[in-house]
């Protein structure tokens, strides 16, 4: 897919994604079939009350289980409170930093503008993270899982981090990162703004 054909789609997303909701359309045009690996070759039949992918390449067929998706988390360590678990349902880039009016305070936000959350939340107090310490770019990618002859679809996220050149740094599993260069996350990772600093803040990805 072509960068240009991947931000059309990535637009189109978000539009429909208004409310999280997920558009059959492009579920069937990006899904490759896990038998025959072609491509958007699906169609949609209702069998009762469940609905059937058939693969037009193939005789692959799977159940339709597109409410099933899964939204990868970001764990934020509070010390003695307990972990703030962050779902990462949308797509775009989600901002983690310090905020600017409260100084001592995490906040996330996405884009420039927004603050998804400024409640208690993620009041965590630390002054070793920058104003912009990290951005996570989501992406999404759609995928068949599942064995035998009825799979489901699940919505897969993708996604990225990055340091934003920020004072103390960040570390993924013990490795600090090079600024303003992009790493994938895996599960499980575990990411640490000021990681040499008295007092790190933990983050751990959980995929699932
Ligand atoms: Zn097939």
Redesign the pocket.
């Known amino acids: 897919m072509s960068g240009n054909q991947k931000q059309d789609l990535h637009q189109e997303h978000n539009s429909i994604m208004g409310g999280y909701e997920i558009s059959t359309e492009l579920f069937l045009k990006e899904i490759e ?1 896990p ?4 491509k958007g ?1 699906f169609n949609l039949e209702k069998l009762g009350d469940i609905q059937i992918l058939k ?1 037009r ?4 067929k799977y159940e339709f289980a597109i409410k099933t998706k899964i939204f990868p988390k970001l764990v934020f360590d509070r010390g003695e409170r307990e972990p703030f678990s962050y779902e990462l349902t949308m797509n775009g880039d989600l901002i983690i930093g310090r905020d600017a009016d409260d100084y001592d305070y995490i906040k996330i936000r996405i884009g420039p503008v927004h603050d998804l959350h400024s409640g208690e939340n993620t009041y965590i107090r630390n002054p070793f993270v920058s104003r912009k310490h990290v951005m996570v770019v989501i992406d999404e990618e759609y995928k068949l899982v599942g064995g035998g002859e009825l799979g489901k679809i699940v919505v897969k996220k993708k996604c990225f981090i990055k340091d934003l050149g920020s004072t103390f740094g960040t570390s993924v599993n013990n490795v600090l990162l090079e600024p303003n260069k992009l790493r994938e996350l895996k599960g499980d990772d575990k990411i640490a703004l000021s990681p040499n600093t008295e007092l790190p803040q933990l983050i751990v990805f959980k995929e699932v």
């Open positions: 079939c038998v025959c690996h072609s070759q693969c390449a193939c005789p692959a």
